[in-house]
């Protein structure tokens, strides 16, 4: 089988690069099940219940998210009644929402998605590897397959967790950083790897926000009130082909689909 991840959604033009190019990624690679992260789809900082659904309508069929997707207080409420939306599992109980779940392909195969959040650089949270040790087992009870996304700041950290996981889960696919890495691989496990899927929207960017306001925050120090960038969408991720009994990865293969005007 076929997973699609699709690297951090930023804003409109991520939004719009996903409605442009998710349907013919789907047919042309035979995808049987799309996750993508979309912490940042709106506006660059979090994710409205309408943007949601405007996902979801696009063919995700799950959406992971991070640090960010507390940014908008509407979606506190969609997390606990929307199980096809994640947040990283490791933060503490009482959290809205769920950190994983178990979907269904069309044909009517399992497989487990997990989400997690780094701690260097980044809030400290609980730990994503004992976090992940515990959930593992319980969706392994369902299924052989599972996708992790590990939001983090680190490549450390995520080359690390990878190396953990390896052999336990079916794929750990990076995210927050926002650049596509170049390493994609599978481990000597079985489990598919990259350190970062990359991000979905603007390249013309400092990681999806204007430029010049980017540039502006680091020459002044001072507060600046980011935007997100329009020029050159791309649409950045990576295919897991996954055997469907072990669960072990069979391919990895980087996605990066420029957005021209008239494609």
């Not at 939001?151 to 927050?176: F, I, N, P, Q």
Request: contains cysteine; glycine residues 10%; proline residues 4%.
């Amino acid at each position: 089988m076929r997973i699609l991840f699709v690297g951090d959604i930023v804003g409109r033009p991520g939004r719009q690069a996903v409605s442009r190019r998710l349907d013919r990624l789907i047919d042309v690679h035979a995808v049987d099940l799309v996750v993508a992260n979309g912490e940042n789809a709106a506006a660059g900082f979090g994710l409205t219940v309408d943007i949601a659904r405007e996902l979801f309508d696009l063919g995700i069929d799950v959406i992971t998210s991070g640090n960010h997707i507390w940014d908008k207080k509407e979606i506190l409420g969609y997390l606990d009644r929307q199980p096809a939306l994640l947040r990283p599992a490791n933060y503490p109980p009482g959290v809205p929402g769920a950190g994983s779940g178990v979907f269904s392909t069309s044909a009517g195969i399992k497989v487990g998605v997990l989400n997690l959040e780094g701690r260097v650089f980044m809030n400290a949270l609980d730990c994503p590897f004992r976090t992940a040790d515990e959930l593992l087992d319980e969706l392994h009870r369902q299924t052989p397959i599972v996708l992790v996304d590990f939001h983090a700041e680190a490549t450390s950290e995520k080359v690390a967790l990878g190396c953990y996981l390896d052999g336990r889960a079916s794929a750990l696919a990076g995210t927050h950083t926002h650049v596509q890495t170049a390493d994609e691989r599978i481990l000597p496990g079985g489990t598919g790897y990259i350190t970062d899927a990359g991000m979905t929207g603007s390249r013309d960017a400092v990681i999806g926000i204007r430029k010049e306001l980017a540039i502006e925050k680091f020459l002044t120090q001072l507060p600046v009130r980011f935007e997100v960038a329009k020029k050159d969408p791309v649409l950045c991720g990576v295919l897991f082909t996954i055997d469907v009994d072990t669960g072990r990865a069979l391919g990895v293969k980087r996605i990066l689909e420029e957005i021209t005007e008239n494609a």
